[in-house]
């Protein structure tokens, strides 16, 4: 299962106070072989006690979501729907101290697309979130298998509804969090077209050998596969040894539902995979699929650091520990990500403690204190210098470029910067300071006409160039402007890797006085970085 985290701002009624609404979405792939149909199952998990909840009828109250989730192919919809999602009703908004989950599924193509969903909490009049991801879809009729999924729950079903798949209700587990309280790890998968395979031993009649099979030199019907299910460390690969493997032989079929269970009780804090494997009889590897996972468990030691309290970690309180685990979203993987936010949303110092001491050990072994004191200044800088009314340093462009790339080797920074300079062709001479001293609206006295713009005002803004980043090219350069000239900047346009790129910031920047296509003399200290 692919999993994405979403938060959306919004602003408490009466109080004053930001809050943000905040969901996991997750999806995963199944196949029909039957229909030779792919179909996509998306899940989105809220945390109700960050909705606005509004009174419905005396004592019941209820917050509503608009989502709207859409599939698309080289500019091609293939799949669009947008709706209301109503929360429980609750009968008061002391009771907000839980999730609940929405389930979508359709029909799809093999081939590649861009799933986007987006997220509005009706009783706010802040924007949607947004979030999009590659999705790959390719099933044939040769032997395959569905995504690998978490789940919270695998119990009989006793009335069909969107969670029952093979007489079972298959509840999944949205998250990559898995805190102490969790003791067990269910997973489930699919296998499909493996009543076509084959594997070597005693010759079988041509006519029962598919073209594909005799050219592997697979010549025995299978009528059995191993199904192998265990957990390794992330950083390693090394398989973790508080958790004991399962291997089961399943007869073959055109759909084989796959499901199990490992005892994780033991398994200490830190990264994982689960790993699940289908090996032929004779332990050959056919197909595998990992999931992500992080494992909080403070209570379990692992021959390293298990009081966390003795360490850096401990000099927190929980306000800092909320702040400084936020921070790390710039250089956190995507599992660290949805990891951090789920601490950062749920009362506990231990977990985040943990936490915060392993997302530097694992950087480094030798000197974790160094590691995350020499971050730390970073976040102090950010905190200082970035922070505005109801918004924290962190939490701005300027605060996270700066911390995922450090401070920049050069900042030009204009307030109100006007370029009188020509903008032309190389044939035309520039004008004079009495032509563009005497051109305004409405004066054709000494007026300057060419392809020259004369005086163009920009609006505030920040040049940052860095001479090196790690993962891109020299002279990266990041463009801040502050649009309503209230000192709070956003990022227009960058030439670093992964980053915005708007063909047409300089325009707006200038607030459309230049022509389309022709470079100012910002523009051209964009390219400078300086």
């Known amino acids: 299962m692919k999993r994405m985290f979403l938060t959306v701002l919004l602003v408490m009624a009466g109080a004053g106070l930001q809050a943000q609404m905040q969901a996991v979405f997750g999806y995963s792939t199944f196949y029909l072989p039957d229909q030779q149909q ?9 945390d109700a006690w960050t909705m606005r909840f509004d009174s419905v009828a005396p004592a019941s109250y209820r917050a509503t979501a608009e989502v709207t989730i ?16 109503a929360s429980p009703t609750v009968s008061g908004l002391d009771k907000l101290d839980f999730s609940f989950l929405d389930v979508q599924r359709f029909s799809a193509r093999n081939g590649v697309y861009d799933l986007t969903v987006s997220l509005r909490d009706k009783g706010s ?34 009335k069909e509804n969107m969670l029952s798949r093979g007489g079972y209700d298959m509840e999944p587990y949205v998250s990559d969090f898995v805190p102490e309280r969790v003791k067990q790890m269910n997973y489930y998968y699919e296998l499909y077209n493996f009543d076509e395979y084959f594997y070597h031993g005693t010759e079988a009649p041509p006519s029962a050998l598919d073209t594909h099979s005799r050219a592997r030199g697979y010549s025995q019907p299978a009528s059995e596969v191993q199904t192998i299910a265990f957990i390794e460390k992330m950083e390693t690969g090394q398989r973790a040894v508080e958790c004991k493997s399962t291997t089961v032989r399943r007869n073959v079929a055109s759909t084989v539902p ?17 790993v699940c494997e289908v090996r032929d009889l004779y332990d050959q590897l056919l197909l595998y699929k990992r999931v992500p996972f992080y494992r909080s468990n403070p209570g379990v030691k692992d021959g390293q650091v298990s009081d966390f309290a003795a360490t850096f970690a401990g000099r927190y309180s929980e306000e800092e520990l909320n702040l400084y685990l936020d921070a790390l979203y710039p250089i956190a993987s995507e599992p660290e990500k949805t990891v951090a936010s789920g601490l950062v949303r749920k009362p506990g110092m231990e977990e985040k403690q943990a936490f915060l001491y392993r997302f530097w050990q694992v950087r480094n072994p030798m000197d974790p204190e160094g590691e995350w004191l020499r971050y730390k200044e970073r976040i102090d800088y950010v905190q200082a210098h970035f922070s505005y009314p109801r918004t924290r340093g962190i939490q701005t462009d300027r605060g996270r470029v700066y911390l995922q790339y450090g401070p920049p080797d050069f900042i030009r920074d204009e307030k109100n910067y006007v370029s009188a300079n020509r ?36 609006l505030p803004y920040q040049l940052w160039r860095y001479n090196k980043l790690e993962t891109d090219d020299p002279n990266r350069v990041f463009l801040f402007w502050d649009e309503h000239r209230s000192g709070y900047y956003t990022l227009l346009n ?18 459309q006085q230049l022509n389309e296509g022709v470079v100012g003399e910002v523009g ?5 970085g300086y």
């Open 38 to 46: 792919p179909y996509v199952e998306t899940y989105l998990q809220f």
């Open 524 to 528: 051209e200290q964009f390219n400078r």
């Open 258 to 274: 796959v499901f199990g269970t490992i005892d994780i009780s033991e398994l200490p804090s830190g990264n994982y995979n689960l």
């Open 423 to 458: 903008i032309g062709s190389n044939n035309e001479q520039p004008p004079t300071l009495m032509q563009l001293g005497n051109t305004h609206e409405g004066s054709t006295r000494g007026e300057y006409r060419g392809t020259s713009q004369g005086h163009v005002f920009y």
């Open 494 to 511: 960058s030439n670093a890797r992964g980053e915005v790129q708007d063909p047409g910031w300089e325009r707006r920047l200038c607030r």
């Open 125 to 158: 009049d802040r924007p949607a979130a947004t979030v999009s991801e590659k999705l790959v879809i390719n099933y044939t009729s040769r032997p395959s298998m569905s995504s690998l999924q978490l789940m919270a729950g695998i119990n009989p079903t006793v």
């Open 70 to 85: 859409a599939l698309v192919q080289q500019d091609s919809v293939c799949y669009f729907k947008k709706y209301d999602l």
